[in-house]
């Protein structure tokens, strides 16, 4: 039976779809993986990737502080904030 519950499902599959250059279908399953489990950063992280390359820097900018919320030492997501922001 399918899980639809199964986040690292929806994840991987949301990582393939970004190495595709499918961001649209990307998106959805990272907000998927958000809407299902909240409380996991790498979720926020990899929406907020895919928002930025469909140029939607405020959402981008809002999931990246949303997963400093949840993980303060996720480097990556500081590193692309801050980037954001110069």
């Given at each position: 039976?399918?899980?639809?519950q199964?986040v690292e499902g929806?994840f991987?599959?949301?990582?393939?779809?970004?190495e595709?250059?499918?961001?649209d279908?990307?998106?959805?399953?990272?907000?998927?993986?958000?809407?299902?489990?909240p409380?996991?950063?790498?979720g926020?992280?990899?929406?907020a990737?895919?928002?930025?390359?469909?140029?939607?820097?405020?959402d981008?900018?809002n999931?990246?502080?949303?997963?400093?919320?949840?993980?303060?030492?996720?480097?990556?997501?500081?590193?692309?904030?801050?980037?954001?922001?110069?």
């Open positions: 039976r399918i899980d639809p199964f929806y991987r599959t949301g990582v393939i779809y970004l595709m250059d499918s961001i279908a990307a998106y959805k399953h990272f907000n998927l993986v958000v809407n299902i489990d409380a996991l950063p790498k926020y992280f990899y929406r990737l895919t928002s930025e390359k469909k140029g939607n820097i405020a981008a900018k999931d990246y502080i949303q997963t400093l919320n949840l993980d303060p030492r996720f480097d990556r997501a500081k590193a692309a904030l801050n980037k954001l922001n110069e």
